[in-house]
């Protein structure tokens, strides 16, 4: 049995957390592999409202261990915070010794950069996302597993300093106190060790039981990607399917079912191309209906028309085998509703995405609007525009709609085909 996997084909922010959440219930294990507490998503369950960031939404079916990988990158600051939110993690929640750290010092290096770039910004969370994976790549980051001998690490972290001094200095990016340094580090050996494993030997006695049913829940979306989303306005992991392979230790094999998250229409949030941003009073509707502010920055989102072109691109890299179509309550009440169906680019139509997105015009295809589909929970409960929107996706993005939503809560789910 394969590792199922979610992932985003838009620019993030699809869903996926309710997806995810619904799944979960079925899994044994939920796994994170890349990003780190720049994504985020709010879940509620009970009336009481949890927030993610880096721990998998696993977290909420008590039976399921939840896995951060080795291809997070984990502010201790932020996980502790986190954890918080939890009394029984013991068990629960196991870290790959393997995972980065991010300190304070990435953060303030991220922001600076930022403040530096002006008018050709990222527009990054400022979370010190890049600059841990700068490091690591580099080969100068810090794993999680070194919290386990204190004065080596706080002595690697000065001697990096020392070796990055003009750097540093030219950012305004202070040295740490050495003493306050290690103090932080003890604090953090405490709290976090005991959940510190190899967690890919973990994952595979898993898939080797034949019992464990796996989940790997991708952050952001395919065209935040690195390599393959509108660099450079990405985010520095590898969002796509291939990367639960890096940032887990696992085996293109060991992959399962690709379930690509996509919303009804789309947003993006920081600057880059997006072809169908829509910049007047419908792209405000679409904002305001779907509410569309960022959960972990509070930014608003730009927003804009189902992108075809990007998401046909997102599941053929992905290798989707189903779609999970979210917020499509979000378009009730529009009259017509548009889908970018092919691009122009360079005076040509074309039907694929281009390394420089930011050059191509989307063509448009007009469908019906509808009143309402909010809460419907059964495909005979859609009025037939929305049936029509849907098939239509489908046959565009060449992929199946297994479950679509129409509505924040669990319930209000259309489950197509059980994934
Ligand atoms: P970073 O990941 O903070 O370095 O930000 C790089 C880009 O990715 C920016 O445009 C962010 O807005 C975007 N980004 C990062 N995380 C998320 C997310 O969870 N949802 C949507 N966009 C994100």
């Known amino acids: 049995m394969g590792a199922d996997l979610i992932v985003g084909i838009q620019w993030g922010d699809e869903g996926k957390g309710k997806i995810v959440d619904l799944l979960a219930q079925n899994y044994d294990v939920v796994c994170r592999y890349q990003g780190g507490h720049n994504a985020g998503h709010t879940i509620v369950v009970d009336g009481k409202s949890v927030a993610l960031h880096l721990i998998p939404s696993g977290i909420l079916n008590p039976k399921a261990v939840n896995i951060i990988g080795n291809g997070v990158v984990v502010s201790p600051e932020a996980l502790l915070k986190e954890m918080e939110q939890f009394e029984d993690l013991e068990g629960r929640l196991l870290i790959s010794d393997k995972a980065h750290l991010i300190f304070k010092y990435h953060e303030e290096i991220d922001k600076a950069k930022e403040r530096l770039r002006g008018k050709n910004a990222i527009g990054t969370t400022g979370r010190g996302i890049g600059p841990a994976y700068s490091d690591k790549v580099s080969r100068q980051g810090h794993r999680i597993g070194e919290l386990k001998d204190i004065d080596r690490l706080t002595q690697k972290i000065m001697d990096y300093f020392a070796t990055n001094r003009p750097y540093f200095e ?56 690195i390599d393959h989303g509108t660099y450079p306005y990405v985010t ?27 919303k009804a229409y789309c947003t993006r949030v920081g600057n880059g191309p997006f072809p169908t941003e829509d910049h007047g009073p419908e792209g405000e509707r679409l904002r305001r209906q779907g509410h569309e502010f960022g959960t972990t ?64 015009k989307p063509i448009y295809e007009e469908f019906e609007g509808w009143s309402s589909v909010v809460g419907a929970r059964s495909w005979d409960q859609l009025p037939q525009e929305a049936k029509r929107y849907i098939e239509a996706l489908e046959d565009l993005v060449k992929t199946p709609i297994a479950i679509v939503s129409t509505s924040p809560d669990r319930e209000d789910t259309i489950i197509r085909k059980r994934i």
């Open 236 to 262: 520095s992991s590898n969002t796509i399917a291939a990367g639960a392979c890096t940032g887990l230790g696992l085996a293109p094999k060991d992959i399962g079912k690709v379930i690509g998250i996509a």
């Open 297 to 360: 920055t509070g930014r608003p989102r730009r927003c804009g028309w189902f992108d075809a072109v990007a998401a046909a691109y997102a599941c053929r890299i992905n290798g989707c085998d189903e779609m999970a179509l979210m917020k499509l309550d979000v378009l009730d009440g529009f009259e017509k509703i548009k889908v970018a169906v092919a691009y122009e680019y360079e005076g040509d139509r074309i039907d694929y995405v281009p390394s420089d997105l930011e050059n191509v």
């Open 170 to 225: 030219a950012l305004g990016v202070a040295t740490p106190d050495e003493r306050t340094l290690k103090k932080e580090l003890e604090r953090y050996q405490k709290a976090l060790l005991p959940y510190v494993v190899d967690a890919t030997g973990y994952i595979w006695d898993r898939l080797q039981d034949g019992q464990s049913k796996i989940l790997l829940e991708g952050a952001q979306g395919t065209m935040l990607d």
